[in-house]
């Protein structure tokens, strides 16, 4: 005998906010390692007095990318009522992050001397620190 399908909201489990939330620390995480990396390479090529090439552009693209998955995760979350406890500090962190990077890397490729590498540098640390205050607001801090 077969179970019987009962098509009602209540008989499909909800673990989307489960699984979702188990997924935003680790993205953040990853996010905070990848825009450190960056920082890290746009540092040593300041240090060396070189200006920031294109791979380092193309680097800081995916963590942008990494970005835009985390905003979708949030929105995700949101929709799935999940909420973090200061709302609007969290997406205000959330989406001012995703202007960092690309206003970084139009400057940076605008300048082309070692300041170029050293507002990359900024930029990315900028984004590690504010995927910290995102953890924060997240966990209720």
């Given at each position: 005998m077969q179970p019987r399908l009962d098509a009602s909201p209540r008989a499909?489990?909800?673990?989307t906010?489960?699984?979702?939330?188990?997924?935003?620390?680790?993205?953040?995480?990853?996010?905070?390692?990848?825009?450190?990396?960056?920082?890290?390479w746009a540092a040593w090529r300041a240090a060396r007095d070189q200006p920031v090439i294109l791979r380092q552009l193309i680097a800081a693209g995916v963590v942008e990318a990494l970005l835009v998955v985390q905003l979708l995760v949030g929105i995700g979350l949101a929709l799935a009522g999940?909420?973090?406890p200061d709302g609007p500090t969290f997406w205000g962190y959330l989406v001012t992050t995703l202007f960092i990077l690309p206003v970084a890397a139009a400057w940076a490729?605008?300048?082309?001397?070692?300041?170029s590498s050293v507002v990359l540098l900024v930029a990315a640390l900028t984004v590690a620190f504010l995927q910290y205050?995102?953890?924060q607001v997240w966990a209720g801090a």
């Open positions: 499909v489990p909800s673990v906010p489960r699984i979702l939330d188990a997924v935003w620390t680790p993205l953040a995480l990853t996010v905070v390692a990848a825009a450190l990396a960056v920082g890290t999940t909420t973090a490729f605008a300048e082309r001397s070692r300041w205050r995102i953890l």
